[in-house]
């Protein structure tokens, strides 16, 4: 009997000679692990203890050999999935060497499966794309040694007390403080803000910059990434993950903001000691800058910024975007259709719920992070290429990953079991579903503004000195009733010279009688002294209205502020407004989506915005047909801080934004008194409940409405 052969061992396929490797940061659990370092690709994948085994012995060259010393050097025994795995892993990432004809096929073919179409590469790369701009690592190295001053710990103390001194004295002028922001919407207050902005940027990349030299570490490039089109500095740190030690990964992630930080209570403490003036102006523009992009920027854990490879580092979870999404949908699925797969990694419990809020807020927030970008890109490019970009945001980044999660929903459809959990998910479905198409009744809160029917304003009908005021905030006074009594000198000068003339001209015209030689000068005399006359009787009109008197009957609503006796007025100023506080009238205004509600004698209430003032029952009386062109209600224009969104055109008239119609409604009698309004004008809202409306079919017209009002070119 010929006895048979064992198999011939199968080589292992060698690895890449640049491939390094790496001790890393231990397990929260305190599992050592390790990194592969690929130098070509800048790319780090993290492997476990038996992985490190297996490599670290990778060139006895079989899975036999490479099995028998791992069994007896350290107790373990790989199985051929172990190695079937690893070899798939390292073939899939490229760390493999390439070896003949074969491996060059294969090697091409991954190229062309992983290359990307162009408009895909667009997709992708337009919301960020980074251009290297320069080579920093000889300059990082001979500048290090100043940069490791500045770093030490004692001026980093120095700056801390330093900029606490200037919070503090910076607290004490908070009112000067916080009005120099008034400076950042000038044209010259945005220039400094922007330059400002890319000052305290460059110091930011040089933040992380310098810290990796400090560790040896390799800095390849600097550049910008264009962020949504918008320019943004960067730095490659990819490095990092070769440093064992978390402390110093922190380190560099915290490195950006701690020079922003520093610039900013230097910036404070230096506004707080100088004199008004453009450098004073200058410093408050970096102050505010460093803070803003500290605080508000850096900080945020939701896109790939500082806060997020900060947050990564402090839980010690590396890619932490990508997995906390993966435990995320596991969850998900979990929880509305009770799929029974495994967590996609072990982990403690309190860990992986952190994961999972931290995936539901990243969604949430980038949800409507991408809908407002694709808002702005629309409002910001030509017509056609930002419905074409608003499209692409919607479709690329919002509903594509709802699609792709939707579709494992549709082909595991048939794991779902008919228990509680289905009939929870089909709750959740359908109560929106309800809202959009059960009627509900809906309330209409439109703004207004109440004001008397009668009014009219008194201006004084020449300049003069305020001698007396004859009435007080509140009284009630009849037409003709005497409100002020002015004096002008200048008047006064008139009347008496215009006496005098007469007085003159009387005794020449009677001294010329009876002469026969002068009798031609008298028709001249006589005409003289009719004009003389005529002009003081029109100056003692003017006295007469001096005593200025009611135009109407009502109530004195407002005086003019500050005015007293010995006070002087010109005619363009307002000395009060009398109103007629029994005559009401409200002005309300409504979106052209919302008018197919307005119903013939609709009735409501007006809420006022004073809490002292009582709501008062109205009635519609009419809507206006022409579309509101000119507000001509300002308290209600969003420029004076009102409630509907308006521009100033050139011409200085208040245009609103969106399509408004005026609803005139009357005041009706109260079963109860109600007392005068404390204002003659009064911004508030008219509250209507009536009837009732499919959600849906309101969505539908807004829709429409938008799809109409934007459809021309």
Known sequence: MVPMKS???????????????????????????????????????????????????????????????????????????????????????????????????????????????????????????????????????????????????????????????????????????SDSFIQLTTPVGLGLFFTFLLFSKMLHELGHAYPAKHYGLRIPTMGVALLVLWPVLYTDTTEAWKLRFRRQRLAIVVGGMTVELALALLATLLWSLLPDGPLRGAVFM?????????????????????????????????????????????????????????????????????????????????????????????YFFFKLLGIFLFIVEIVWFILRPIKNEVSVWIKRRKEVA????????????LIPLGILFLPIPFSLHLPAVLKSADFSRVFPPLAGRVEEILVERGDRVRAGDPLFQLFSPDLAQQITEAEQAIELLTRQEKRMTGNDRLRGQQEVLGSKLIEARVRYQGLVRQRDRQRIRSPLSGTVMELMPGIRPGRWVNETQVLALVADANVLKVDAYLTEEKLRYAASRMAGRFISDIPESPSRPVRLVAVNPARVAVLEDPYLASTHGGPITARLSERQEIIPEDALYRLHWRVEPAESPIPAPIRYIEVGEVHVYSGASLRIVDLLNHVFAVLIRESGF
């Open 7 to 177: 198999p011939r061992p199968q080589p292992l396929p060698p690895l890449r000679e640049d491939v390094d490797l790496f001790r890393s940061t231990d397990q929260p659990d305190g599992a050592p692990t390790w990194v592969l370092y690929d130098s070509l690709r800048q790319a780090f994948f993290s492997i476990g203890w038996l992985e490190l085994q297996i490599l670290s012995r990778w060139g006895l060259g079989t899975a036999e050999a490479v099995t028998e010393a791992v069994r007896k050097e350290t107790g373990a025994e790989p199985d051929p999935g172990h190695f079937r795995r690893l070899i798939g892993f390292l073939q899939g990432n490229e760390l493999l060497r390439v070896q003949g004809d074969a491996g060059r096929a294969a090697l091409a073919e991954h190229a062309a499966r992983s290359k990307t179409a162009l408009w895909k590469w667009l997709l992708k790369n337009y919301l960020y794309l980074r251009v290297p701009l320069v080579r920093p690592d000889r300059f990082l190295d001979k500048t290090l040694p100043v940069a490791r001053f500045f770093m030490s710990r004692g001026v980093g103390l120095s700056i801390l007390l330093a900029g606490l001194f200037g919070i503090f004295l910076t607290l004490r002028q908070w009112d000067d403080f």
């Open 418 to 429: 008919l228990d509680r959990r289905l009939f929870r998910t089909s709750l959740l479905i």
């Open 286 to 378: 970096l102050a505010a800058v460093t803070w803003i992009g500290s605080l508000a920027i850096n900080l945020n854990p939701f896109m790939r910024f500082d806060g997020y490879y900060l947050l990564s580092d402090l839980w010690n979870v590396p890619n932490l975007e990508a997995r906390a999404f993966a435990m995320g949908r596991w969850r998900l699925r979990a929880f509305l259709f009770g799929f029974d797969d495994p967590p996609p990694e072990a982990m403690p419990d309190k860990q992986r719920r952190r994961l999972v809020v931290y995936a539901y807020l990243t969604w949430l927030y980038r949800f409507f992070l991408f809908l407002g970008i694709a808002l702005l890109v629309y």
